[in-house]
């Protein structure tokens, strides 16, 4: 699928530094081959204060290869109509083990947006090009899907009351609140319940540790040829749906899919029989399709390479049981 034309709406530019380091040269020209297909960039020399970065409407990208790089950007000044993004440029490096205490919380900036890869200790994780694209894609335009609104109230629309759903899946939010599952991005990760014919799912960036009734949709209708959701609420729902709504299809005794972002078990050697092999690019048909694959082999629990984790369960107390498990797999 692509999906450079929702970004075709809004103007991309890019200014990149060309980093110093002959390795990080090879991950730039790498990255740069691939960004052209979505937009147009520009090289720069020098991160100036006194150039005029400011494009109304648009996305501007700096790319930076250090610390260094990223103090100096630091003091420029955007327009608020402007989306201001980061991207630091970094190497790739294998881990032999994960420990949660190495994590180190992302750099935050105040007057722009930052991808960052994952950072611990040791050193830095840079998965690949798609998953630069795709935060940029998350951090703006958001969710690729197609989404047709059916209705504004879950109640009205269903003739059923949703409440006792709606508990359950604050209640797994909770949870993960509990187990520090989503602590990286809180409103990360998604919590879906079967529900009638279709799926019960927070809306797209909704706080998972604390889920209010408003940010719940019933999405009643996906279709994967097209890319389509049909769906009843207040906010978007997640991007993630795709995924929940063909689980679903497949394990007909499962009535939860979780998913959360734990990096002790995004990045661990210990998992790999539970990772796809490839990274999947997020919110697509093809991405739904390989987990649930994954799915399927592992009987329930997925991880998607360089993302996150996912899990079916058929309820609440079986997907702690089985998190447990996962867990003491890897302490
Ligand atoms: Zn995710």
Not at 59 to 87: P, T, Y
Not at 182 to 188: E, K, S, Y
Request: glycine residues 4%; proline residues 3%; positive net charge.
């Amino acid at each position: 699928m692509n999906y450079s034309l929702a970004f075709a709406n809004r103007d991309v530019w890019v200014y990149i530094f060309i980093p110093q380091d002959t390795f990080q040269k090879a991950l730039l020209e790498s990255f740069l081959s691939y960004l052209k297909h979505f937009c147009q960039y520009q090289i720069i020399d020098r991160i100036d204060c006194a150039r005029n970065f400011n494009k109304p409407n648009n996305i501007l990208i700096f790319l930076v290869s250090s610390l260094a790089n990223f103090k100096c950007l630091e003091k420029l000044r955007f327009l608020d109509v402007s989306l201001n993004i980061v991207a630091y440029f970094l190497y790739t490096e294998e881990f032999k083990k994960v420990d949660r205490k190495e994590f180190r919380a992302p750099i935050k900036a105040l007057s722009f947006n930052i991808i960052y890869p994952d950072r611990y200790q040791r050193g830095l994780f840079y998965p690949n090009n798609q998953k630069i694209i795709d935060t940029v894609y998350y951090k703006s335009v958001r969710n690729k899907y197609k989404n047709i609104k059916i209705g504004d109230d879950i109640t009205t629309y269903t003739h059923l009351t949703s409440k006792q759903q709606f508990f359950k899946i604050r209640e797994i939010g909770l949870y993960f609140k509990e187990m520090k599952l989503n602590d990286t991005d809180r409103v990360a990760g998604a919590i879906a319940i079967r529900f009638r014919n279709g799926v019960l799912i927070n809306a797209s960036r909704t706080d998972k540790y604390n889920i209010t009734e408003d940010r719940i949709c019933y999405v009643e209708k996906y279709i994967p040829k097209s890319n389509e959701i049909y769906w009843v609420g207040t906010h978007t729902p997640s991007s993630e749906t795709a995924v929940a709504f063909l689980a679903f299809q497949d394990f007909p005794f499962a009535n939860i899919l979780l998913h959360f972002h734990d990096k002790r078990m995004t990045y661990t050697p210990q998992l790999t029989q539970y990772r796809t092999d490839k990274y999947v690019t997020y919110g697509t048909p093809g991405e739904a399709k390989a987990i649930v694959r994954k799915l399927k082999e592992t009987k329930n629990f997925a991880i998607a390479h360089g993302h996150g984790e996912f899990l079916i369960a058929s309820d609440l107390a079986e997907a702690r049981a089985y998190i447990t498990k996962i867990i003491s797999m890897i302490t």
